[in-house]
C-alpha cells in the first residue's frame, strides 16, 4: 500500500439532516465554517445534510418529498398574484 496517501486531520464532526433534525457525531475531515454545540456541552463542527438514512425513502419504507430546489417556485407561486398586481 501507499504511504502517506490518507488525511491526517481527522476530527469529530456533526452532521445534522435538515429535513428532521436528525443529528450524529462521528469522525470526518470534512471543512465547514459552521458550528453548533452537542449533547455534551463542547462545541463541533456542523455537516448540514439535506438527507439521510432517517429521511431517505430506501430505508424508511415511505415516500417523502424532499423539495430543495422547488423553494423559489413554491414561492412566486404563492406571491404571484401581489407581483402582477405591483408590476401593472
Request: charged fraction near 35%; hydrophobic fraction near 35%; proline fraction near 3%.
Amino acid at each position: 500500500m501507499k504511504a502517506d496517501i490518507h488525511p491526517k486531520d481527522y476530527r469529530l464532526v456533526v452532521f445534522k439532516d435538515m429535513s428532521n433534525d436528525y443529528m450524529f457525531m462521528c469522525r470526518s475531515t470534512a471543512k465547514t465554517k459552521d458550528t453548533i454545540v452537542w449533547e455534551d456541552g463542547q462545541e463541533y463542527p456542523l455537516i448540514k445534510l439535506e438527507i439521510s438514512y432517517t429521511s431517505h425513502p430506501f430505508f424508511t419504507g415511505k415516500v417523502k418529498l424532499v423539495d430543495t430546489a422547488g423553494r423559489v417556485d413554491k414561492f412566486m407561486n404563492k406571491y404571484a398574484k401581489h407581483y402582477k398586481r405591483d408590476n401593472k
